[in-house]
């Protein structure tokens, strides 16, 4: 009998995370269905398995908090109730998970609970950012007004996200499809020539006996070198995600050319996009930075990030923090205290935020660009890698022939 992890929400909307023995993977999904529990992921407790989780439903992206709060943005300021706004987009929500939520939060302000109240049950659905920014809404009584800027928040976030995404998919695939024909070659292509070759006597180039033992590995032990690349990559994620690794893993990717400064770039998009729209809203600066701390997504920027939020806290500014950083460019410390002194520090902020996001935009088009080439050229490499390792010895065999 095994023992496995679960992650799962209850019948009452709340998050739960538990152990439960069974014989199998069917028998534990057997029993936390008799529990009436709606399963999140569950995957068996030991280290080679951790990373194995079996997804039951969907995260929640950036795309659908986008359209959740443009729906309800537009509904409230239709002159609807929350309640009612609630109520129509919960059947119209395509993700299970974002869906459930709704449900809950309907159920709660139906009772009188506030809306941010019932959000925080929900850590995992709702980010902190749009939890303070709904909390501001209802302090102020500008509701409709908070969900139309975290609308316009997170369309931004997705829009940024699909530029990197696109550009990254045509190398990936063309890497991926280059290793597995380059595969194919070696375990059934190039073994075909062995014989012809050693049968016709003919001394191979060290080009050809290079492929010739690399094609005979692959042949050999192409089990092993799978099984081997699926545990390494399944130990670097979960060793990728402890504290220390994580920082150096992201401090090595800010020091590679482009996709560094894309991610540096990225980052202070998200810092001065996120900051912008909380200020905007009223939301105190300490819990601005706070909340803004766990969006950075790169370990090395929120360790030293974590210092901004200590001198802030103990009554300094923003920009000396930053500055003293010594991570951001220095325009961005200069902005922010012109801000500071102008007492216009969200506008100082969105406009380093369309800067940085207008940056990474470029980057990454220029980074496409350059790319077509460099993968025509790496799959020319190849091909005539593998032309050169055939042909040589035929060229050899008819200079002999000729003789």
Not at 38 to 57: A, C, Q, T, V
Request: one cysteine or more; hydrophobic letters at 45%.
């Amino acid at each position: 009998m095994a023992n496995y992890v679960y992650e799962a929400i209850d019948d009452r909307g709340k998050n739960i995370k538990g152990n439960i023995s069974a014989d199998n993977t069917e028998d534990a999904i057997r029993q936390l269905k008799e529990k009436k529990l709606y399963i999140i992921s569950l995957n068996e407790n030991n280290l080679l398995n951790k990373e194995l989780s079996i997804k039951f439903i969907n995260k929640v992206t950036s795309k659908d908090l986008a359209v959740f709060c443009r729906q309800i943005a537009t509904l409230l300021q239709s002159g609807l109730n929350v309640l009612t706004c609630f109520n129509v987009i919960k059947d119209q929500i395509n993700n299970k998970v974002l869906k459930n939520a709704i449900f809950k939060l309907s159920e709660d302000v139906e009772k009188g609970t506030a809306i941010s109240t019932s959000m925080r049950n929900f850590p995992n659905v709702f980010p902190e950012i749009l939890i303070n920014m709904v909390e501001a809404g209802e302090v102020g009584g500008s509701l409709d007004n908070s969900f139309d800027k975290m609308a316009i928040h997170f369309e931004k976030e997705m829009k940024l996200k699909q530029k990197i995404t696109n550009a990254l998919i045509y190398p990936i695939i063309v890497i991926l499809v280059a290793l597995v024909v380059l595969n194919l070659l070696l375990i059934f292509v190039i073994p075909t020539f062995v014989g012809m070759f050693n049968d016709l006597g003919v001394e191979l180039p060290s080009i050809t006996r290079f492929i010739l033992r690399a094609s005979s590995f692959m042949k050999n032990n192409w089990l092993q070198i799978f099984i081997f690349v699926m545990v390494f990559i399944i130990l670097i994620r979960y060793y990728s995600k402890t504290p220390s690794v994580s920082i150096y893993i992201s401090s090595f990717k800010l020091k590679i050319p482009i996709i560094g400064k894309i991610t540096l770039y990225s980052s202070i998009a998200r810092l001065t996009r996120t900051l912008s729209t909380l200020i905007n809203a009223g939301v105190p600066l300490i819990t601005a930075i706070e909340t803004t701390k766990k969006l950075l997504q790169n370990s090395f920027i929120e360790e030293k990030f974590e210092g901004v939020v200590e001198k802030v806290r103990g009554g300094e500014g923003l920009s000396d923090p930053i500055k003293e950083m010594g991570v951001f460019p220095k325009l961005v410390p200069v902005m922010i205290k012109t801000g500071e002194e102008s007492g216009n520090l969200e506008s100082m902020l969105s406009k380093l935020a369309d800067l940085y996001e207008n940056e990474v935009e470029n980057m990454v088009t220029r980074l496409t660009a350059v790319f077509e080439p460099l993968m025509i050229v790496f799959l020319a490499i190849i091909v005539g890698f593998m032309l050169a390792a055939i042909i040589l010895p035929m060229f050899k065999l008819y200079g002999n022939i000729n003789i």
